[in-house]
């Protein structure tokens, strides 16, 4: 009922926009050194959602624009620096637009997920942008994409089907991800508990790292990954895209199919996506029963004109993965590879309604947007009726007013608010039905003055966490919880640009997570994860003081980035083990490792670096560091399961040759160090270990369209290692038997094409 009233509001709210001013901007596009126009170069206004190219002439023009208000415009051409300028559509002139060839295409980069769309340069979070075809490789799936080319970013994995974001050491409910706006409201507490999103529906992701909590609240005080799907085309234009791939470690198949059009305003989009994998391969053998198979369906209906924008979004994600549990060293590894799922098993799916809305309102604008999403959680043991059934439903409404800028300051105040409500729909449970609500109300200002750009911002936050009683068999299973936290948060950033090619970034400040149901209230038997979970309803809040510094660089030789952050955080809640056990009678294992959760005080810091050098045209010798140094101070000891220090160091050329376009070939190796620093009580230590990876693309052309291929292969020595995240390494698997571990994936090979066309 909530929503229903929430999305007739916005139904009174816009006819009132329908008659609003009407401003056209139009521009050309050209060569800076030559004069020429470019033909095909992308102009977009992410703030409105609309994007456009330049025709045989290199102009271009939108029309049904507001006809107030300043909006940031990037135009951007391969082979091209990218350019992005703030226009004001108060003075409807044409404009020009003079690109600089350049082997460094996207060093000056729009970023969406923070409180005020801006550039990079001009913004004081640390954030990178992956675009499409960088998110196609060797990879399993999109946080796999993440983590092996954004430094600072790494991931919990269960084998190839579940990966789990950790940024800067920080995971869990500690990273929010947003998809069409919305944050992704699934089980996040869980170990093998994935982001449930289709990899192949983001046009760009944008990884900010550092505490978030001042926009997204509670559960960001890591970072946040924010989806981004294609923008609608100019009027009059359909179009869409085409991929699909296979590689050869686990049969992975996927290929997904989107079309997007806009008819005078009318927008808009639909896809389909589908993955299917048997059992993965390590150097030793198939591991059996982890492969997966996923579906997901999407859309968007709206409508682009003169006051803005209104986006209804939907979508349909299922997954299934299955598990195994070994109980020695001989049951490791099997020869088969078929691709039906035994049991034990997880059925997810995944319903997400959402409804994006931005008002333009005079110089300043309002953006709304609501949520709906039901998240079902089913845990197969040994067949198809679930041992642990979760149905979630989730509600959320998001409200940013960005006032009108003056004199250089930019406001926006702000409000967020939840319910949350989850259901135990089977027999067995491990953590009680419980209705959760949030909300939070924010102010934050921007001001700009010369090459300096200074931002504050304060936030109040709501929670409260209820889980219900439960009795079986006259003994109290979960005996409930009504928590109420309430906090402040507040942010400081910094930004200075030195020229065109130095600028500097830092940030401080203070955030908060509230414990999350699953860590208040858990009793019992986690399917998958081989341990039983007790919770603590006496939790209290994690505070996050943290800081940051970026020197941010590029000249035509050298481009990158250099950082270095420290997270001091109060009450951090883990789960540990000390050496307890439990029985129980009624599951496959029998007795099991007891671990509970608790709170220590911990400090993680470390730096991150990006790296590229250009000694000609045609190489570039791409390097990413990360490291992050965790400590239990309570304790005076490592924190558990953080990851090991990284070094990836990629060469790729990228060849004139006649009849091909944009051709390269790479060969690259991936460090990664010994992690030592491990909490011994149920952790246990990784070896370092380098791994070779190599690829090759090209585009042709069919007809007008672009047809990118691409072979890329990574692990191709089919190295035995382990890496220091992943859930079936020795120690996780076994407590009592700390050297049963499976080996990460050996040699894969990946072939793929990427397909973007137009329709009309």
């Known amino acids: 009922?909530?929503?229903?009233?929430?999305?007739?509001?916005?139904?009174?709210?816009?006819?009132?926009y329908l008659q609003a001013a009407i401003a056209a901007f139009n521009g050309k596009v050209t060569?800076?050194?030559?004069?020429?126009?470019?033909?095909?170069?992308?102009?977009?206004?992410?703030?409105?959602?609309?994007?456009?190219?330049?025709?045989?002439?290199?102009?271009?023009?939108?029309?049904?624009?507001?006809?107030?208000?300043?909006?940031?415009?990037?135009?951007?051409?391969?082979?091209?620096?990218?350019?992005?300028?703030?226009?004001?559509?108060?003075?409807?002139?044409?404009?020009?637009?003079?690109?600089?060839?350049?082997?460094?295409?996207?060093?000056?980069?729009?970023?969406?997920?923070?409180?005020?769309t801006s550039t990079s340069k001009s913004n004081s979070t640390s954030a990178t942008v992956l675009n499409k075809e960088e998110l196609q490789g060797s990879y399993t799936n999109l946080i796999d994409a993440l983590a092996k080319q954004v430094p600072g970013v790494s991931q919990i994995t269960t084998g190839p089907g579940i990966s789990k974001p950790v940024i800067r050491g920080l995971?869990?409910?500690?990273?929010?991800?947003?998809?069409?706006?919305?944050?992704?409201?699934?089980?996040?507490?869980?170990?093998?508990?994935?982001?449930?999103?289709?990899?192949?529906?983001?046009?760009?992701?944008?990884?900010?790292?550092?505490?978030?909590?001042?926009?997204?609240?509670?559960?960001?005080?890591?970072?946040?990954?924010?989806?981004?799907?294609p923008l609608a085309p100019a009027p009059g234009k359909i179009k869409g895209e085409l991929l699909s791939n296979y590689s050869t470690n686990n049969g992975l198949t996927g290929s997904s199919l989107m079309l997007t059009g806009n008819e005078n305003g009318f927008v808009w989009r639909g896809r389909g996506s589908y993955q299917n994998a048997y059992s993965?391969?390590?150097?030793?053998?198939?591991?059996?029963?982890?492969?997966?198979?996923?579906?997901?369906?999407?859309?968007?209906?709206?409508?682009?004109?003169s006051w803005g924008y209104s986006h209804l979004n939907f979508s349909y994600y299922k997954n299934n993965i299955g598990f195994y549990d070994p109980e020695t060293a001989d049951e490791l590894y099997t020869t088969e590879r078929s691709r039906k799922l035994d049991f034990p098993r997880q059925d997810i799916r995944h319903y997400k309604v959402a409804l994006n809305n931005n008002f333009v309102i005079g110089e300043g604008s309002l953006k709304v947007d609501l949520g709906y999403q039901k998240n079902q959680r089913r845990e197969l043991e040994d067949s198809a009726d679930p041992a642990l059934y979760f149905d979630l439903n989730t509600y959320s409404l998001d409200v940013k007013y960005a006032l009108p800028a003056k004199n250089g300051w930019e406001p926006v105040i702000g409000l967020s608010g939840s319910i949350g409500k989850s259901l135990n729909k089977a027999e067995e449970k491990l953590i009680p039905e419980y209705n959760a609500y949030a909300a939070g109300v924010f102010g934050f200002v921007k001001k700009t003055f010369g090459d300096n750009t200074v931002s504050a911002g304060l936030r109040?936050?709501?929670?409260?966490?209820?889980?219900?009683?439960?009795?079986?068999?006259?003994?109290?299973?979960?005996?409930?919880?009504?928590?109420?936290?309430?906090?402040?948060?507040?942010?400081?950033?910094?930004?200075?640009?030195?020229?065109?090619?130095?600028?500097?970034?830092?940030?401080?400040?203070?955030?908060?997570?509230?414990?999350?149901p699953a860590e208040l209230g858990a009793n019992g038997v986690h399917e998958g994860t081989f341990r039983y979970e007790i919770g603590n309803g006496n939790l209290r809040p994690e505070r996050s003081y943290q800081a940051d510094a970026t020197l941010e660089f590029g000249t035509g030789i050298l481009t990158g980035s250099l950082g270095v952050y420290e997270n001091y955080v109060h009450n951090y809640i883990y789960l540990s083990n000390n050496n307890e056990t439990i029985e129980v009678p009624d599951e496959d294992l029998g007795t099991y490792p007891v671990y509970r959760y608790g709170q220590v005080n911990a400090n993680l810091y470390g730096a991150e670096a990006a790296v590229t050098l250009h000694p000609v045209s045609f190489i570039h010798f791409e390097n990413t560091f990360n490291y992050t140094h965790a400590q239990n101070r309570t304790?005076?000891?490592?924190?558990?399961?953080?990851?090991?220090?990284?070094?990836?160091?990629?060469?790729?050329?990228?060849?004139?040759?006649?009849?091909?376009?944009?051709?390269?070939?790479?060969?690259?190796?991936?460090?990664?160090?010994?992690?030592?620093?491990?909490?011994?009580?149920?952790?246990?230590?990784?070896?370092?270990?380098?791994?070779?990876?190599?690829?090759?693309?090209?585009?042709?052309?069919?007809?007008?369209?672009?047809?990118?291929?691409?072979?890329?292969?990574?692990?191709?020595?089919?190295?035995?290692?382990?890496?220091?995240?992943?859930?079936?390494?020795p120690g996780r698997l076994s407590q009592e038997d700390t050297t049963l571990g499976v080996f990460n994936p050996g040699r894969n090979i990946t072939f793929g094409f990427y397909l973007p066309f137009n329709l009309k």
């Open 31 to 116: 060569d800076a050194k030559t004069n020429e126009p470019i033909i095909g170069a992308v102009i977009t206004i992410p703030q409105l959602r609309i994007s456009t190219s330049t025709n045989a002439a290199g102009e271009f023009s939108f029309a049904q624009l507001p006809a107030r208000g300043r909006f940031v415009v990037q135009i951007s051409y391969l082979g091209y620096q990218t350019q992005v300028k703030t226009v004001d559509l108060s003075s409807p002139t044409a404009l020009s637009f003079s690109l600089t060839p350049s082997i460094i295409e996207a060093r000056e980069v729009v970023v969406t997920g923070t409180v005020l």
């Open 280 to 305: 993965f391969k390590t150097p030793d053998g198939y591991f059996p029963n982890s492969g997966f198979n996923n579906t997901n369906l999407s859309g968007m209906l709206g409508l682009n004109k």
């Open 1 to 16: 009922m909530k929503f229903k009233f929430l999305c007739s509001l916005m139904l009174l709210i816009l006819p009132v």
């Open 635 to 729: 304790f005076s000891k490592p924190l558990p399961f953080i990851p090991a220090g990284t070094l990836h160091n990629t060469l790729r050329f990228e060849p004139k040759i006649k009849g091909l376009h944009e051709f390269y070939f790479y060969a690259g190796i991936d460090n990664y160090f010994r992690q030592g620093r491990v909490d011994a009580d149920f952790e246990t230590t990784t070896d370092s270990y380098t791994l070779l990876n190599a690829g090759i693309g090209t585009t042709i052309k069919l007809g007008s369209q672009p047809l990118k291929i691409y072979i890329s292969g990574y692990n191709l020595t089919n190295k035995r290692y382990y890496d220091a995240l992943s859930r079936l390494k």
């Open 460 to 516: 109040y936050d709501y929670i409260r966490n209820k889980g219900k009683q439960l009795f079986e068999d006259d003994e109290e299973r979960f005996a409930g919880f009504n928590n109420t936290f309430n906090s402040i948060s507040g942010a400081l950033g910094y930004t200075h640009i030195f020229n065109e090619y130095v600028n500097f970034k830092a940030n401080a400040g203070t955030a908060f997570r509230a414990p999350n």
């Open 171 to 229: 995971g869990y409910n500690r990273v929010v991800t947003l998809s069409d706006g919305i944050k992704q409201q699934g089980q996040q507490w869980g170990d093998e508990h994935g982001i449930e999103l289709d990899q192949y529906q983001a046009d760009k992701v944008e990884v900010l790292r550092g505490a978030a909590s001042l926009q997204y609240g509670s559960d960001a005080i890591g970072g946040v990954i924010n989806l981004v799907e």
